[in-house]
C-alpha cells in the first residue's frame, strides 16, 4: 500500500429505520489508526448515517491527502461517483424533478471530498473485511451511547 494513502472504511445505520442511529469510521495511515464514532439518539434513517460516516472521517483529516474511502453503502458510492453532479446541476432535483433527499449531507459531502482526491470503493458488509466490521461495531457503539445520552467522539 503506498504510504502516503489514507485508507477510510465507514458505516452507518438506525435501528429502527427511521429511528436512532449511529456511524463509525476506521482511518489508517502508514502505522496510524483512529477510530471515529457517533449518533444521534432522535430519529434519523441509514442513509443519513452512512453519508456522515465519510463526511466527519473525510473533515477529521487536516491536510489535503489522496484518500482510498470504502463504504458498504452502494447509496453513499453512487450518488457521489454518479449521481451528485446532475443533481446540482439541476438545482438539486432529482431526474423525476423531485428535491433530492439529504441534499445537506450530499453538499457537505461534496465538499469535504474537494479538499482531497478521493477514490471511491463498494465492499460488501458483513464480509470480513476487518476494517469495515470494525466500523459497524463503531457506528452501532455511536448509536447505543446517543441514546443512552453519554458523549461521543
Same mark, same amino acid.
Given at each position: 500500500?503506498?504510504?502516503? #494513502? &489514507?485508507?477510510? /472504511? $465507514? =458505516?452507518?445505520?438506525?435501528?429502527? +429505520?427511521?429511528?436512532?442511529?449511529?456511524?463509525?469510521?476506521?482511518? *489508517?495511515?502508514?502505522?496510524?489508526?483512529?477510530?471515529?464514532?457517533?449518533?444521534?439518539?432522535?430519529?434519523?434513517?441509514?442513509?443519513?448515517?452512512?453519508?456522515?460516516?465519510?463526511?466527519?472521517?473525510?473533515?477529521?483529516?487536516?491536510?489535503?491527502? #489522496? &484518500?482510498?474511502? /470504502? $463504504? =458498504?453503502?452502494?447509496?453513499?458510492? +453512487?450518488?457521489?461517483?454518479?449521481?451528485?453532479?446532475?443533481?446540482? *446541476?439541476?438545482?438539486?432535483?432529482?431526474?423525476?424533478?423531485?428535491?433530492?433527499?439529504?441534499?445537506?449531507?450530499?453538499?457537505?459531502?461534496?465538499?469535504?471530498?474537494?479538499?482531497?482526491?478521493?477514490?471511491?470503493?463498494?465492499?460488501?458488509?458483513?464480509?470480513?473485511?476487518?476494517?469495515?466490521?470494525?466500523?459497524?461495531?463503531?457506528?452501532?457503539?455511536?448509536?447505543?451511547?446517543?441514546?443512552?445520552?453519554?458523549?461521543?467522539?
Amino acid at each position: 500500500m503506498n504510504e502516503d #494513502v &489514507v485508507v477510510i /472504511h $465507514t =458505516d452507518g445505520g438506525c435501528r429502527p +429505520n427511521p429511528g436512532p442511529g449511529g456511524w463509525g469510521a476506521v482511518l *489508517r495511515h502508514r502505522d496510524r489508526v483512529r477510530e471515529m464514532f457517533g449518533g444521534e439518539a432522535g430519529s434519523t434513517s441509514n442513509n443519513r448515517m452512512e453519508l456522515t460516516a465519510p463526511i466527519m472521517a473525510l473533515e477529521a483529516l487536516t491536510r489535503p491527502v #489522496v &484518500v482510498h474511502l /470504502h $463504504t =458498504d453503502s452502494t447509496y453513499v458510492r +453512487n450518488g457521489i461517483t454518479k449521481w451528485v453532479l446532475g443533481w446540482e *446541476r439541476n438545482g438539486w432535483l432529482t431526474a423525476a424533478k423531485q428535491p433530492v433527499k439529504n441534499v445537506d449531507l450530499w453538499q457537505r459531502l461534496q465538499a469535504a471530498c474537494a479538499r482531497h482526491q478521493v477514490t471511491w470503493f463498494w465492499v460488501k458488509g458483513h464480509s470480513g473485511v476487518a476494517d469495515n466490521e470494525l466500523a459497524d461495531v463503531l457506528a452501532t457503539r455511536g448509536m447505543r451511547e446517543a441514546i443512552d445520552g453519554l458523549t461521543v467522539s
